[in-house]
């Protein structure tokens, strides 16, 4: 079993920056499987944002973010962060960590990660 805790949302101006942590912890714990970011807005489908393999930091990111957001991991602390700059109002969402199901992922599709987090709401508005 893996528990995921994301931390880090707030509100923030357009044009802002929030720094999201993900930590993990369990006695499924395993570096093999990677770690994404996800988010739902309102009245919309979970998307992917980005994700990062914790062996050999391999990433990936959602079009719509590419540039902006950055994700990283800290192993010895068992966290991963992501990095949201130059935000605007159409990403605020619900943002959610979750663990690969299978070792190698580096993808953000909802269905490749079967452990999660509870979200942290990003609210970006003036």
């Known amino acids: 079993d893996v528990q995921l805790q994301a931390s880090g949302g707030g509100l923030v101006q357009p044009g802002g920056s929030l720094r999201l942590s993900c930590a993990a912890s369990g006695p499924g714990l395993d570096y093999k499987f990677g770690i994404g970011w996800f988010r739902q807005a309102p009245g919309k489908e979970r998307e992917g944002v980005s994700c990062i393999h914790r062996t050999d930091g391999s990433t990936a990111y959602a079009d719509s973010v590419k540039g902006r957001f950055a994700i990283t991991r800290d192993n010895s602390e068992n966290k991963v962060y992501l990095q949201l700059n130059s935000l605007t109002p159409e990403d605020t969402a619900v943002y959610y960590c979750?663990?690969?199901?299978?070792?190698?992922?580096?993808?953000?599709?909802?269905?490749?990660?079967?452990?999660w987090g509870q979200g942290t709401q990003v609210t970006v508005s003036s």
């Open positions: 979750a663990q690969a199901s299978s070792p190698q992922t580096i993808a953000i599709g909802v269905s490749q990660y079967n452990y």
